[in-house]
């Protein structure tokens, strides 16, 4: 993966322009989780999560299985009531409204597509509880499936589409009722890694043009990352860390975060100098210190773990010349993945390193093999100090 993540629209430009103050907090703050926590029996799956999402956002939660991301969704949707806290969507207690009411609509999992009930009438399908006017209904029914590119194909039955003509159905069966809310439990989960790829940037647009407000749950953070505007991720009932798929990648704040969102390589230290601009740290993994161009708050020598994502790392033959972040040792794999190549080194001190490694920048050096002695080094700016 490359430090400059594809992909990922801005969709967080949602106010008005030369906006008006009491507008502008409206719109940041369209859904509002506050201190909800949920309780099942003794399990305590969501744990006082707070959360805001914009007007017209598409919101990813991340995490890995049962750290409470469907059952946050579920309450979202009004399905499953809160232990404690509140959620408001555009200024209204969820709890207050009755379902009828609610601006909401999920679409699951398995698209519940109703076997029997041809494209059209799927879609439809809601409208009619709702009692929409048959020309109305003809008419809002037609402009989804269009929306979705699924028009001609209204009056197959489920069974006789792909997996991912099928989500677009669900897609268009939960926008056509107009939600202020989508809610997306895993959408992408039935389809294959190719169809799955072509159809997040599909969904991507297709929510941009109705300008509804998002909420995705997934598990796969290559496809928050490629969709999201903003993610939070999760882990065990409570958000870790929550920001732009750049800041989160860039700037994790744990470990955890870390090694959830891409892969990096963390090397174990304390503190030898902190100053504001900078921080030095000694570890048993090198035999020269740590150098990180950002300070921490905390005492001199306290533990810390240092980040630094395998596409900052450089492979060289020679010593390199500073006196900081670099290490010597000998690869002990490669993997060639096409656009880039990735080099195991296992330094003298044992531990390896990973280091991303273009193929463009492979073709401009002489390609280190198997059991080659290489350096591996990288700047001041590429490691992130995490204290958690
Ligand atoms: N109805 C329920 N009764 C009891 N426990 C539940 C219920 N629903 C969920 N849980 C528990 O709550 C926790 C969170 O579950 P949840 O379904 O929200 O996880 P998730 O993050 O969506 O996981 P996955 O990625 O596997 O879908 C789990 O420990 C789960 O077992
Ligand atoms: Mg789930």
């Given amino acids: 993966m490359s430090s400059e993540q594809p992909g990922a629209l801005d969709r967080t430009a949602v106010s008005p ?14 859904v509002q989780v506050v201190d909800v926590v949920k309780k099942f029996g003794e399990t305590v799956a969501v744990k006082q999560v707070n959360l805001s999402v914009k007007k017209g956002e598409l919101f990813a939660l991340l995490g890995s299985s049962g750290c409470g991301k469907s059952t946050l969704l579920r ?14 969507i555009d200024g209204e207690d969820l709890a207050q409204l009755p379902p009828y009411r609610r601006p909401v609509n999920m679409m699951f999992q398995s698209y519940a597509l109703f076997p029997h009930m041809t494209v059209e009438s799927n879609v439809a399908f809601g409208l009619k509880q709702e009692g929409v006017a048959k020309a109305e209904l003809k008419d809002r029914v037609q402009t989804a499936l269009e ?43 039935a389809l ?14 297709i929510l941009d043009k109705v300008g509804v407000t998002c909420i995705m749950v997934t598990h ?8 999201a505007g903003r993610l ?19 700037y994790p704040n744990s470990r955890f975060s870390a090694e ?40 001199l020598g306290m533990p810390v773990t240092i980040s630094v994502r395998p596409e900052r790392i450089a492979l060289t033959s020679k010593p390199p010349e500073g006196a900081f972040n670099w290490g010597k040792g ?59």
Avoid at 220 to 227: F, G, V
Wanted: proline share 4%; with cysteine.
């Fill in 17 to 30: 322009a030369g906006g008006n103050a009491a507008i502008d907090a409206a719109a940041d703050n369209f």
């Fill in 232 to 250: 939070a991720v999760m882990s065990e009932g409570e958000i870790v860390q929550l920001g732009t798929p750049h800041e989160v990648y860039e």
């Fill in 75 to 88: 309450m979202l949707a009004g399905l499953e009531t809160v232990t404690s806290g509140k959620i408001l």
């Fill in 330 to 388: 000998v690869v002990s794999n490669i993997a060639y993945m096409g656009g880039y190549s990735l080099y195991h080194v296992k330094l003298d001190g044992g531990k390896t390193v990973i280091a991303n490694v273009t193929s463009l920048a492979l073709t401009e050096i002489d390609p280190p093999t198997w059991g080659d002695e290489v350096y591996v080094r990288w700047s001041a700016s590429a490691g992130v100090v995490l204290t958690s």
């Fill in 260 to 299: 959830f969102i891409g892969s990096t390589n963390l090397f174990e230290g304390h503190t030898v100098e902190d100053e504001p601009d900078h921080v030095f740290i000694e570890t048993p993994d090198l035999t020269c210190r740590l150098y990180v161009s950002h300070g921490i708050t905390g005492p």
């Fill in 192 to 205: 294959d890694k190719q169809i799955r790829q072509r159809t997040q940037i599909e969904l991507v647009n």
């Fill in 220 to 227: 796969d953070q290559e496809e928050a990352m490629t969709m």
């Fill in 147 to 189: 929306l979705v590119q699924m028009g001609r194909f209204a009056k197959r039955k489920p069974h006789q589409l792909s997996g991912g003509q099928q989500q677009r159905v669900a897609l268009a069966r939960s926008l056509v009722k107009r939600p202020k809310l989508l809610l997306l439990d895993e959408p992408m989960s």
